[in-house]
């Protein structure tokens, strides 16, 4: 029988100390939830909260008083927790994490989640993202879902059987949305010489940030081009509409954008809802090199904090500071170079905001190499 959705929830019910916590990152973050655990946090055992990039306020370094927190990544507003110190990043490849999950090498106790009735009976929609959604709802021994109506209906790895979850909440917040912002005019031109480089019918990756959206905005002369990306923005929506995505060419899944998660704002929401023509996929699908390997002229295009004149990447570390991820880079890397025709793109301003250092470097000097030069 499922539960019945209440208004409140006592964590104190389920909690035991040691647990990791976990939700969905980005616009997956079912905020009521996790508010309501925030505030009662003092009254709880210390558990840790383990979580991908956080696009909301929620965490904040005062509440290491009772959390311990682990991220796969410095980037969001996980920024402040790994300036504070009480952030231990797991550098971890996109495309292992629902294995690592499963194998309980990243321990998932208690789960939180948006959810919304999907038409196939017996099945929730997680909606906005699938990437580890179905790994952290197997290896949890608790998943409290947020009953969210605002949320799209997707398919594929987003559904999750409703006898998953074992309590179910009404959300009571502002849903956490991730709209395109306008991107630098620095970024324009590095977007622009992005897009010279990819020709008509191939299928694309792009990340998220202002330089994605630039990337979006200058492909719009494009022809035919397909979608195979960890994550899409509202940018994506405009191609499609336009015509200059048609999914026709891509040698898998043709006809179909795919992705992992919806990082955008209503506008891709209302898009996503219902619609057949997207499939909500795992990592462990989306960033795979031998799925990638079976796409066609597969280009990935991704970013970094600096490179070395040998060509490695780093693309976590900025002055001392954790502020990126390991992420799915490589894996995209790898799996353009695998594809027929397929290509990686490294784009990134050849200086710092300021003007004041260069992004590239004579050499990395012990700082992390996120990618090698042998990609």
């Known amino acids: 029988m499922n539960p019945r959705p209440c208004a409140q929830f006592d964590f104190s019910k389920v909690l035991r100390a040691g647990d990791v916590v976990t939700w969905l990152q980005g616009t997956g973050e079912p905020a009521g939830l996790t508010r309501q655990l925030v505030t009662q946090r003092a009254e709880l055992p210390r558990v840790t909260i383990f979580v991908g990039i956080s696009a909301s306020d929620t965490l904040l370094p005062a509440h290491a008083d009772h959390f311990d927190f682990k991220a796969l990544n410095g980037a969001g507003n996980n920024r402040r927790l790994a300036a504070a110190g009480v952030l231990d990043i797991v550098p971890a490849h996109v495309s292992k994490v629902p294995g690592l999950i499963r194998a309980r090498a990243l321990k998932v106790d208690v789960m939180l989640v948006r959810v919304r009735p999907h038409p196939k009976p017996g099945f929730y929609s997680v909606g906005v993202m699938a990437d580890f959604a179905r790994a952290m709802v197997g290896a949890a021994r608790c998943v409290i879902g947020e009953l969210d109506e605002r949320m799209p209906v997707t398919s594929q790895d987003a559904l999750i059987p409703c006898d998953a979850v074992h309590h179910l909440t009404t959300a009571d917040c502002d849903e956490w949305l991730m709209p395109d912002g306008e991107p630098a005019p620095i970024d324009i031109q590095v977007a622009q010489q992005v897009a010279s480089v990819i020709p008509d019918r191939a299928t694309i990756q792009i990340g998220i940030g202002s330089l994605p959206v630039a990337v979006c905005q200058a492909l719009m002369s494009h022809r035919e081009l397909g979608v195979h990306s960890g994550v899409i923005c509202d940018g994506i929506v405009d191609l499609i509409e336009k015509g200059v995505i048609t999914n026709a060419h891509k040698g898998l899944d043709a006809g179909r954008t795919v992705t992992g998660g919806l990082f955008g704002g209503r506008r891709l929401m209302d898009w996503a809802n219902g619609n057949a023509l997207l499939d909500m996929r795992s990592s462990d699908h989306t960033h795979s090199p ?29 002055a001392g500071r954790y502020l990126g991820a390991v992420g799915g880079q490589a894996d995209f890397v790898r799996g353009a170079v695998a594809s027929t025709g397929g290509r990686s793109i490294m784009a990134l301003p050849s200086t710092t905001p300021d003007l004041k250092h260069s992004r590239i470097v004579v050499s990395l000097e012990g700082r992390p190499v996120t990618t090698t030069r042998a990609d």
Do not use: H, K, P, R
Not at 290 to 318: C, H, K, P, R, W
């Open 290 to 318: 031998l799925v990638m390997a079976q796409l066609n002229n597969f280009y990935s295009v991704n970013s970094a904090i600096e490179v070395d004149l040998t060509g490695q990447l780093n693309s976590e570390i900025a």
